[in-house]
């Protein structure tokens, strides 16, 4: 079946360090994958988003690329502040008549210290 | 405001009794769906909805049930919750094969 597995956390990072959340897929057919974020006592935000291979997505700093080879999506942001505290979740979607169900990785909490 | 909300955001009940959780989007978005999220398992879709009067199962449909009688509503309904529906909850909505948005969700707790 189709899945997402992301790095185990938390991770916790101190501000402008490097920050790579790795992901990988298991998918049949070609999904498109999407990195979502959830700030503390709110829902899933879109991060970045890449439809196919080797298209590269990126938002507030946040980059992700689509490897097809490696069946990866890994989420790197250079230079990390205390406000990209939050969970990180990295999903795939399907082309599936009528249903636009993302499949979900664990999630990965990122704390950032100052 | 673009927006999907639920209600209530926190819930404490116990086995058995009947509850639902709403989930309004003012979008005007045709697609709605219930997720839930638990530790270690992320988010898995309970429930779904193309349009209005037509729905169907996600992977964890077991214990729920839904309604789509107009097209901002998509309540979740659970007619005898148990403790293994303890859990976070929530609704997103999106126009076909575009973003989804989703709801701040609700904390449910069956005792």
């Known amino acids: 079946g189709n899945s997402v597995t992301q790095m185990e956390g938390p991770v916790t990072l101190s501000e402008e360090a490097f920050l790579t959340i790795n992901c990988t897929y298991t998918?049949?057919?070609?999904?498109?994958l999407f990195w979502y974020v959830q700030y503390p006592g709110e829902g899933l935000q879109l991060l970045l988003k890449?439809?196919?291979?080797?298209d590269k997505g990126s938002n507030k700093g946040f980059e992700a690329t689509y490897r097809k080879e490696t069946t990866s999506f890994h989420l790197e942001k250079g230079s990390v502040q205390v406000s990209d505290s939050a969970v990180y979740f990295c999903?795939?979607?399907?082309?599936?008549?009528?249903?636009?169900?993302?499949?979900f990785g664990t999630g990965t909490r990122l704390t950032i210290i100052p | 405001e673009a927006q999907v909300t639920q209600n209530p955001r926190y819930l404490i009940t116990v086995t058995g009794k009947k509850l639902t959780v709403t989930c309004s989007q003012n979008?005007?978005?045709?697609?709605m769906s219930w997720y839930r999220q638990d530790p270690g398992l992320g988010l898995r879709q309970i429930y779904y909805?193309?349009?209005?009067?037509?729905?169907d199962k996600g992977d964890v449909p077991e214990g729920y049930k839904v309604s789509r009688k107009e097209k901002r509503n998509f309540p979740l309904i659970l007619e005898s919750p148990s403790p293994n529906q303890t859990s976070l909850y929530f609704c997103?909505?999106?126009?076909?094969?575009?973003?989804?948005?989703f709801g701040p969700g609700t904390r449910l707790t069956v005792l």
């Open positions: 890449a439809t196919k291979a080797d």
């Open positions: 909805s193309m349009n209005v009067e037509v729905t």
């Open positions: 979008m005007n978005h045709e697609y």
């Open positions: 999903a795939l979607q399907l082309p599936n008549f009528g249903n636009e169900k993302l499949t």
């Open positions: 997103a909505s999106s126009f076909s094969g575009r973003e989804q948005f």
């Open positions: 998918a049949t057919g070609y999904p498109s």
